[in-house]
């Protein structure tokens, strides 16, 4: 983040009366809570913008301020486009007519593909960027904001145990908690609570479990979730229960989708980067948590995945003979 970009950034948002706020598909808490974050920001400076999401905001995360507000349709009129938390324009899902004018992201695939790219790699969550521009261009952390930068920095962090929390990470929770962000209440809507139905998904999902050396993978199909009848396309986060289970490397969940086409989630220990993988498949992500969109049935998609992922555990199998 250089002071450049912040200056940008600054100036655009200073510009505009009517920003549009976008984040990706299918989104997880990060991207709720960047929305949310820059929704309730620019709203203190007195902007009207609108906070826009293809499918809207998950029902998990509704709880929280200004999620009422967030459209599933874009605007008529808006005169600044900032995209956050997504690593190329096809996962936003809409169609957009101009180019992005800021795009906010830490993911390592992120395409940069606006006309100011504020992207930190090494940032455990984008809620984590927004902080430091907040404190930056001086935004007051009201309630609202401050609970859904730590809801970002939660979730994105599986409850702060992946290997990007860093030491000015906690430094981040420690100030938002000073500043009144309600922790426990967030760690406990996102993290542990879920809904009986999504809990019977889990159980369709586990009685399809499979291992192959390093490997472990389990899969949920359309007939699966029209049997409990689960409202969602995703995988209820049921992928990272899996990461709980010892031993294995590299961690897979396919979650059949309409039209032929499967959602593919990986999860790895470090050293073995899966975004690699993912992208090969068009898809994107972190080195130990990326995804993809695939074209084909169920079966076909599996078998070509876990063949790709499998040449990813080869080195580490021929070290150990």
């Known amino acids: 983040m250089t002071t450049t970009e912040i200056g940008q950034i600054q100036a655009a948002i200073h510009k505009s009366q009517a920003p549009l706020i976008l984040s990706h598909e299918r989104p997880d808490g990060d991207a709720v809570g960047s929305l949310l974050a820059m929704g309730l920001a620019l709203k203190s400076l007195g902007k009207q913008p609108t906070m826009a999401m293809v499918e809207g905001i998950p029902s998990r ?26 690593s190329d324009m096809e996962r936003i899902g809409f169609n957009l007519e101009t180019k992005p004018d800021i795009n906010i992201d830490h993911h390592p695939t992120n395409e940069e593909f606006a006309t100011v790219n504020l992207v930190e790699h090494k940032a455990a969550a984008t809620t984590e960027l927004l902080y430091h521009l907040f404190k930056e261009i001086d935004l007051p952390l009201n309630p609202g904001i401050r609970d859904a930068l730590m809801l970002g920095l939660i979730t994105d962090t599986i409850g702060f145990r992946t290997p990007s929390v860093h030491p000015d990470f906690f430094r981040i929770v420690a100030d938002l908690l000073d500043e009144g962000a309600q922790l426990v209440e967030l760690y406990e809507r996102a993290l542990n609570q879920r809904s009986f139905i999504a809990a019977r998904y889990w159980g369709r999902g586990l009685a399809h479990l499979k291992r192959q050396g390093d490997m472990l993978w389990t899969e949920l199909s359309l007939k699966d979730r029209k049997a409990i009848d689960y409202p969602g396309d995703d995988d209820a986060d049921l992928v990272n229960l899996l990461t709980t289970i010892e031993s294995p490397k590299i961690v897979l969940i396919f979650v059949e989708q309409e039209e032929k086409r499967v959602k593919v989630s990986w999860r790895s220990k470090l050293g073995f980067n899966v ?25 076909d998609v599996k078998s070509r995945v876990l063949a790709a992922t499998q040449k990813l555990l080869e080195p580490a199998s021929k070290e150990r003979k």
């Open 61 to 86: 995360f509704k709880f929280l301020l200004g999620a009422e507000d967030v459209q599933k349709v874009l605007p008529q009129d808006y005169d600044l486009v900032i995209v956050l938390d997504c």
């Open 275 to 299: 975004a690699a993988v993912a992208a090969s498949f068009g898809g994107g992500g972190h080195e130990q948590a990326a995804g993809a969109m695939i074209e084909g049935t169920l079966e």
